[in-house]
């Protein structure tokens, strides 16, 4: 099985290689769209800022390629993000997989738990469906770092609480993206991961 972590201007794309090949998989970092195109599995990592990113995917023709895959592919943190069809960060048209728009966190005022944004930490996830869960999975703690989220809809595969109910995971067809991180989320990330990559 050929899987590939494609390579654009957003960080943590090494960790994602890495929890990969703790769980004993093989994969490739790469831009080359024909390498992307023939792979068995494709991951959609990224840390960073919405609109300077769409711009480098759309200037490097990585936007209409991502769009036209056929084969499972996982968008990751600012990945989910950019699969939606609108970003508040930066006011930004998004990859539009998922007819959704993103949304910033707003503080809760009074704030009398003193929450804080970004939401950055261990937090549950629920009512989970969808082909990279399975019901072992339901209320593990998993890894978050971020200031906008995905409200629940259609698509929503997770829901995590943090301010208000929100979608940490969504699919579609043959795509499939979550808000947290797998690769940092210990054992209920690896098996996530290891679901997606069995699909």
């Known amino acids: 099985m050929k899987t590939v972590i494609i390579k654009y201007n957003a960080g943590n794309?090494?960790?994602?290689?890495?929890a990969?090949?703790?769980?004993?998989?093989?994969?490739?970092?790469?831009?080359?769209?024909?390498?992307?195109?023939?792979?068995?599995?494709?991951?959609?990592p990224g840390v960073g800022?919405?609109?300077?990113?769409?711009?480098?995917?759309?200037?490097?023709?990585?936007?209409?390629?991502?769009?036209?895959l056929k084969q499972p592919v996982l968008g990751i943190c600012l990945g989910m993000q950019l699969m939606c069809s609108h970003s508040e960060e930066g006011d930004v048209a998004c990859l539009n997989i998922f007819d959704e728009k993103v949304k910033k966190?707003?503080?809760?005022?009074?704030?009398?738990?003193?929450?804080?944004?970004?939401h950055m930490g261990w937090?549950?996830?629920?009512?989970?469906?969808?082909?990279?869960?399975?019901?072992?999975?339901?209320?593990?703690?998993?890894?978050?770092v971020h200031s906008?989220?995905?409200?629940?809809?259609?698509?929503?595969?997770?829901?995590?609480?943090?301010?208000?109910?929100?979608s940490s995971a969504v699919q579609k067809d043959n795509f499939f993206a979550t808000?947290?991180?797998?690769?940092?989320?210990?054992?209920?990330?690896e098996k996530i991961l290891s679901n997606f990559l069995k699909l």
Do not use: W
């Open 123 to 144: 937090n549950s996830i629920y009512d989970l469906k969808g082909d990279i869960f399975d019901p072992s999975l339901e209320g593990e703690y998993v890894y978050f």
């Open 105 to 118: 966190f707003i503080l809760p005022d009074p704030n009398p738990d003193n929450v804080k944004v970004p």
């Open 13 to 18: 794309i090494r960790s994602v290689n890495n």
């Open 49 to 68: 800022e919405a609109k300077k990113t769409m711009e480098y995917l759309n200037k490097t023709g990585l936007a209409g390629l991502i769009k036209e």
């Open 20 to 44: 990969l090949m703790r769980l004993g998989y093989e994969s490739e970092i790469t831009a080359d769209p024909d390498k992307i195109i023939k792979a068995d599995k494709v991951i959609f």
């Open 179 to 189: 808000q947290f991180h797998p690769e940092k989320s210990s054992k209920a990330g």
């Open 148 to 166: 906008y989220f995905v409200a629940s809809g259609e698509h929503t595969t997770a829901t995590t609480d943090y301010i208000h109910p929100y």
